[in-house]
């Protein structure tokens, strides 16, 4: 687990090193155990190692191929890497360390961009053929690891991080008034668009070519995979999925316990960190594992059951793990605010400060934490989501009912007033057509309920997961920390995409309208009324982890932040969103915000997502442009 950095100089002019050094410096916090720059003529890779594989010098980076032809910078983890390297010893490759990096390197060099299909694990990369004169870029299937590039006049920039970008001195940061639309539609950014205009993300599932030797030198992206949930032919054998199941759940976990480090695990109350926990628990005696809770002084209704200390050291105790934790306050969201938007570089779905307190507390006695994201996205952890899906006329009704639930933050309604300091008045509003956009080459084979189903899975497993993973990752190595994701196991995935719908969720038909800014475990109302969501990993994970756990509702980490915003934070959202003259106000509009605002503190309405963004984005344009 690293961070990359190249630069490309597409006019032949030299690459400058003190410039790749300020932009692997940029991302030093990824990597505290080591760095490297490789330089020649218009080609520059940088790197910054965190060292969790192979210790050795031998194993640093960028990493020079046996025949100096090939140079590689990786960031990520291959967790089959030990039986690529047995195939690729078989046909005569030859190895210097014992690293996985290596084992890309020479897989590269073997089965060329064909290789990238056969990794099962997280990773983002750049490799260089100095023969051929070009660059292979790519990353994971789901997203895991992030990279990011941007051409700068007539350089090809790209990095872990957008600040190895912003690094560069001809960078000009201007804000993409587009993103912003997106972002305060759906609390996420589809598209391969940031915030800041021409750094771009690199699409999860792409690799990308650049030959120098071309007329005109440009990235060409082509997908090597795509998420594809179906329904299966013939009868379904309820307990010959969940057997399967039981053992591709443990050959995953087994896969990622593969480290020369220490390792421990998040535990929450709930069953899929449990699960992940007691079957890591296994091979790791006395494993350490980590929970945040909060302090509910003040909560009320839903908010009451935010803690889950109490949950997780019962699961600590019945793994024997060697269990820490932490009590966040309304003071911990309000002060990491700068630092956390440094990090995260922009602000994606849900509340992310809590994950960045979680991930800090892990890295002060481990370098490697199992995660259990994923889960929900694979095998339906969302049941209230999906009555939408049941019962459409076409695809475009489909769309439309889906595209209106999926406002997190504002509805059209409020878009077009929110945005007239930036497009006057918005009488378009395009963003049904980026959630369109989604389904370019799924929107056929809508026949049944289940069809449906499958396409919101499919939605959300390329949108609202991959949000996820890219906080997952700023915010663990913002603390030199690994954070691993077993669920994303890539038989475990093919796995849940051919399982049926029927065996991931009872009751679909039971329509209940729930909104996405209510607190906390919005589940809960769904499951108490038809137990519904994930059913078939339920039923197999009640061999690792007690019945009542397997069977509770899924409880969202959040804080209580609906009822912190109008007590003990009210002060410092007046400070902040009340004040006209803040950096927010220049592209959205202060009167149509601040209505909302109120309803929210007067206890009218519930805004809490929406004002959390705020703060989130106006602290962001603060760090960037002031």
Known sequence: MC????????????VSPDILKRMTDAIAHRGPDGEGQWVEGNVGLGHRRLAVIDLSPAASQPMISADQRFVLTYNGEIYNYRELRTELEAEGARFRSQSDSE?????????GAK??????????????????????????????KPLYYAVVGNTLAFGSEQKAILAQPAFERRLDKAALLEYFTFQNIFTDRTLLQDVKMFPAGHYGFLRLSDKNPKLKLAEYWDFEFREPSGPIDRDAYREELDRLFQQAVKRQLVTDVELGSYLSGGMDSGSITAIAAQSYPYMKTFTCGFDLSSASGLELGFDE??????????FKTEHYEMVLKAGDMERVLPKLAWHIEEPRVGQSYPNFYAAKLASKFVKVVLSGAGGDELFGGYPWRYYRAVANDDFEHYIDNYYQFWQRLLPNSHIRQVFSPVWGEVKDVWTRDIFRDVFKHHSDRLYTPEDYINHSLYFEAKTFLHGLLVVEDKLSMAHGLESRVPFLDNDLVDFAMRCPVSLKLNNLAEAIRINENEPGG????????TRDGKQILRDAMTKYIPAEVAQREKQ???????????????????RRLGNQNAPIYQFLDYSTLNSLIQQHLSGESNWRLLIWSLLSIDQWLEVNFH
């Open 522 to 529: 919005k589940s809960a109302k769904y499951f108490a009324r």
């Open 556 to 574: 969202g980490f959040s804080g209580p932040d609906a009822t912190w915003f109008r007590g003990e934070s009210i002060e410092f959202v007046k």
């Open 115 to 144: 290789a990238v299909g056969r990794l099962n694990g997280m990773f983002a990369f750049a490799l260089w053929d100095r023969r051929e004169r070009s660059l292979l870029l790519a990353r994971d299937r789901y997203g895991i």
């Open 309 to 318: 200390r109490s949950k997780a050291e019962y699961m600590s105790y019945c």
């Open 3 to 14: 961070g990359v950095t190249g630069l490309v100089n597409l006019n032949g002019e030299f």
């Open 103 to 111: 084992v890309l390197l020479n897989a590269l060099i073997q089965w």
